[in-house]
């Protein structure tokens, strides 16, 4: 049989079609292979057998912010906190969130020993090592409230103390959160990461190492969970095993615990505990551990009292970064994903506050004094 000249060499219209579709189909397999999979992990290598894993968190929508339900249930008997101040009312009404854009999450806040990497490689010190630098830290002297009479708060302002030695009355770990650290500080820690990826031809076109904004914290938060207390929910008793706030733990040397502790159960910890210490039932959705309780996380947000915004906020004053998530000192009801504070100011740092980092778009942030 001889061939029909399309046969031979011209091209049918079915072969066009078939050609565009099959051309369509790849296409559309490259653009979807250049979405990571939920929870992909990347492993930073940071030298001297040191690693830091972020995760990829696909874009999505969130309601950030709490209902007067929750801030009720939050200064009430369970929640613990105080009643009558603004505090609350920093989380805004719970509202739809949009992340336009996924982005890679760090699986802990920043070890004490990743944070050493970037202090032995650059030299760097931290605002509270510098001449004439302090940084908040637990005072050992401290007797109690006593809030009938004075307030005595337990944290004080200490020369000579630094992420190196936060005071504890205990040997720092290097598998602790590392503290005493300030939004200034976690900046250049970034920054490091950036320079080191870069130079070693890894950082991903249009991507880069930073805080995450007040937004991508709360939705990574959440863990692609509806809007809750927590992370894990509403209910309190389910968070026995997943996180460190205050609980019934007693303080290094004394019969006590901290006196307005309202977790009914042991989290094993007074003070800061290792990172991801609580492992597969401390991870929310994302796969993401200590995002409630640990050591507060500074984001990059600028602080604005009305509530957190989508796009990331700056201020022309009064610089005074966000931080979010509650700490091992926190009651259950200032622990909650909502939650948030203004810090003092950039240079400002204390042994109840770290942070994580993430790898996502490109952000101009304002110089700040
Ligand atoms: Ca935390």
Same mark, same amino acid.
């Given at each position: 049989?001889?061939?029909s000249?399309?046969?031979?060499?011209?091209?049918?219209?079915?072969?066009?079609?078939?050609?565009?579709?099959?051309?369509?189909?790849?296409?559309?397999g490259?653009?979807?292979?250049?979405?990571?999979?939920?929870?992909?992990?990347?492993?930073l290598?940071?030298?001297?057998?040191?690693?830091l894993?972020?995760?990829?968190?696909?874009?999505g929508?969130f309601?950030?912010?709490?209902t007067?339900?929750?801030?009720?249930?939050?200064?009430g008997?369970?929640?613990?906190?105080?009643?009558?101040?603004?505090?609350?009312?920093?989380?805004?009404?719970a509202?739809?969130?949009?992340?336009?854009?996924?982005f890679?999450?760090a699986?802990?806040?920043?070890?004490?020993?990743?944070?050493?990497r970037?202090?032995?490689?650059?030299?760097?010190?931290?605002d509270?090592?510098?001449?004439?630098?302090k940084?908040?830290?637990?005072?050992?002297e401290?007797?109690?409230y006593?809030?009938?009479?004075?307030?005595?708060?337990?944290?004080?302002?200490?020369?000579?103390?630094?992420?190196?030695?936060?005071?504890w009355?205990?040997p720092?770990?290097?598998?602790?959160?590392?503290?005493?650290?300030?939004?200034?500080?976690? $900046? #250049?820690?970034?920054? @490091?990461?950036?320079?080191? !990826?870069?130079?070693? *031809? &890894? +950082?991903?076109?249009?991507?880069?190492?930073?805080?995450?904004?007040?937004?991508?914290?709360?939705?990574?938060?959440?863990?692609?969970?509806? $809007? #809750?207390?927590?992370? @894990?929910?509403?209910e309190? !008793?389910?968070?026995? *095993? &997943? +996180?460190?706030?205050?609980?019934?733990?007693?303080?290094?040397?004394?019969?006590?615990?901290?006196?307005?502790?309202?977790?009914?159960?042991?989290?094993?910890?007074?003070f800061?505990?290792?990172?991801d210490?609580?492992?597969?039932?401390g991870?929310n959705?994302?796969?993401?551990?200590?995002?409630?309780?640990?050591?507060?996380?500074?984001?990059?947000?600028?602080f604005?009292?009305?509530?957190?915004?989508?796009?990331?906020f700056?201020?022309?004053?009064?610089?005074?970064?966000?931080?979010?998530?509650?700490?091992?000192?926190?009651v259950?009801?200032?622990?909650?994903?909502?939650?948030?504070?203004g810090?003092?100011?950039?240079?400002?740092s204390?042994?109840?506050?770290?942070?994580?980092?993430?790898?996502?778009?490109?952000?101009?942030?304002?110089?700040?004094?």
């Open positions: 049989m001889s061939k000249k399309s046969d031979a060499g011209g091209f049918s219209f079915l072969d066009v079609l078939f050609s565009w579709a099959l051309c369509t189909l790849v296409l559309q490259l653009a979807v292979g250049q979405q990571p999979a939920v929870g992909q992990i990347r492993t290598d940071l030298g001297s057998e040191c690693r894993d972020v995760l990829y968190l696909p874009p929508e309601m950030m912010g709490s007067a339900k929750e801030r009720a249930w939050a200064t008997i369970e929640g613990g906190a105080t009643p009558g101040t603004e505090r609350e009312s920093y989380e805004g009404e509202r739809l969130t949009k992340i336009r854009q996924g890679w999450m699986r802990t806040e920043v070890s004490v020993a990743q944070f050493r970037f202090a032995e490689d650059t030299g760097y010190l931290t509270a090592e510098r001449p004439g630098g940084t908040q830290c637990f005072n050992p401290w007797k109690g006593r809030l009938t009479t004075s307030v005595v708060h337990p944290w004080e302002p200490m020369a000579g103390k630094s992420w190196r030695d936060p005071n009355q205990f720092q770990q290097e598998n602790f959160p590392v503290v005493c650290v300030s939004w200034a500080d976690a $900046r #250049a820690f970034c920054r @490091w990461l950036n320079d080191r !990826e870069q130079a070693a *031809g &890894r +950082l991903p076109e249009g991507l880069e190492y930073r805080l995450p904004t007040d937004a991508e914290w709360e939705y990574a938060c959440r863990g692609g969970r509806p $809007r #809750a207390n927590f992370w @894990w929910g509403d309190l !008793e389910e968070g026995v *095993g &997943r +996180l460190n706030i205050s609980a019934i733990d007693l303080l290094p040397d004394r019969n006590r615990t901290w006196p307005l502790a309202r977790a009914t159960w042991s989290d094993g910890f007074a800061v505990s290792p990172v210490h609580y492992g597969e039932l991870r959705g994302f796969g993401l551990a200590d995002m409630c309780g640990g050591v507060w996380e500074v984001v990059l947000d600028h604005d009292p009305k509530g957190g915004h989508e796009e990331p700056f201020a022309k004053e009064n610089y005074r970064p966000v931080c979010r998530g509650g700490n091992y000192f926190d259950p009801g200032n622990a909650r994903c909502a939650v948030r504070l810090l003092m100011g950039p240079h400002y204390d042994s109840r506050d770290g942070f994580r980092i993430c790898l996502g778009r490109k952000i101009a942030v304002p110089a700040v004094p």
